[in-house]
Nanobody, 114 residues
Framework: VQLQASGGGLAQSGDSLRLSCTAS????????IGWFRQAPGKQREMVAL???????QYADSVRDRFLISRDNAKIMVTLQMDRLKPEDTAVYFC?????????WGRGTQVTVSS
């Protein structure tokens, strides 16, 4: 079971970035998938999750700026991040969650400069 994230990088305030996470070794059937992030010195926090049925959850800080979507055929989840802010700077982790089990991908760094 592996989750591979891509798409992080450097951006300026107001820019957009897109993160993608692809699963291998399993399908995403019945899994909720999404993204957490962890900034230096802070706890890891939920950014966005999407259930197998397509129900989404967002952190208040990213609502209306970020959009999560999933492609079950491609076993992929995407996070479109618009109007980025310096406070979005963090390592972003892909997660697949099902019945209390969490599977984490390696993080990808997002750095937003003002």
């Amino acid at each position: 079971v592996q989750l591979q994230a891509s798409g992080g990088g450097l951006a300026q305030s107001g820019d957009s970035l897109r993160l993608s996470c692809t699963a291998s070794g399993f399908t995403l059937d019945y899994y909720a998938i999404g993204w957490f992030r962890q900034a230096p010195g802070k706890q890891r926090e939920m950014v966005a999750l999407i259930s197998f049925a397509g129900i989404t959850q967002y952190a208040d800080s990213v609502r209306d700026r970020f959009l999560i979507s999933r492609d079950n055929a491609k076993i992929m989840v995407t996070l479109q991040m618009d109007r980025l802010k310096p406070e979005d700077t963090a390592v972003y982790f892909c997660i697949a969650r099902h019945l209390g089990d969490d599977f984490w991908g390696r993080g990808t760094q997002v750095t937003v400069s003002s």
